[in-house]
């Protein structure tokens, strides 16, 4: 039984790497370099959210709505990665991407692996692999701070997307009779809750958070 739930969460995992990876190569080639449009498009990118919570909501009564949810906050998820790219004056490649998504997704399939091998050391190793995943989190981090480039920054909010599942996984391997796709749905919301502030921070300069006094110089474009 606890494979099983491995099992259908990875496929949930791997299916939301898979299109956040597509979706923000086909997002990137939509959006121009045009600081108002960028603007305008942050705003309009938490529609998918406010789309995702209802469905959410609703996911008690009707199953398949946990994965309506899911699908929205990755297309959000996406729409603002490819935002980042728009400001950064960057046309990430799909080459690019899929090599960007290569350690985070080794990651997770790893911790999957071992969680499903092992069920009853499952606490010890989601608490690992949170760990793990934040310290990844914090070395992209850092990394794409130095560099800025696509491997770095498109790592970075895939690692977001492991570090979440892993969370999801954690949850599901403790309750007796979990909802998979519940738990894989709060996942998408922390998801792309964290990848949207850290892009608005970046294209805002920090503003988003600015009463938290980080510095975000590092990622501001270049003035020609």
């Not at 080459?95 to 790893?110: E, M, T």
């Not at 996942?187 to 921070?201: D, M, T």
Request: charged share 15%.
């Amino acid at each position: 039984m606890d494979k099983y739930r491995v099992l259908r969460l990875y496929a949930i995992a791997f299916g939301t790497f898979a299109l956040f990876l597509v979706f923000t190569c086909l997002f990137s080639g939509m959006f121009e370099a045009n600081g108002v449009v960028i603007m305008r498009l942050a705003v309009f990118g938490g529609i998918f959210m406010l789309l995702a919570i209802p469905a959410h909501l609703f996911g008690r009564l009707f199953l398949p709505l946990y994965g309506v949810s899911i699908a929205l906050n990755m297309l959000g998820s996406a729409f603002y990665a490819a935002l980042y790219y728009a400001y950064a004056g960057m046309r990430p490649d799909f080459v690019s991407l899929v090599v960007s998504l290569l350690v985070p997704l080794l990651y997770l399939s790893v911790l999957f692996i071992l969680v499903g091998m092992a069920p009853h050391r499952a606490r010890a190793l989601c608490a690992a692999g949170t760990l793990v995943s934040l310290l990844f989190e914090l070395l992209y981090l850092l990394l794409w701070l130095i560099f800025r480039n696509v491997f770095f920054s498109f790592g970075f909010f895939s690692m977001i997307i492991a570090f979440t599942m892993t969370l999801a996984l954690c949850y599901t391997m403790k309750k007796e009779k979990p909802r998979t796709l519940r738990y894989a749905s709060f996942a998408g919301f922390g998801y792309f809750s964290l990848i949207a502030i850290v892009v608005l921070a970046v294209i805002t300069d920090g503003d988003v958070l600015g009463e938290l006094d980080f510095d975000f110089g590092p990622f501001k474009k270049r003035k020609k």
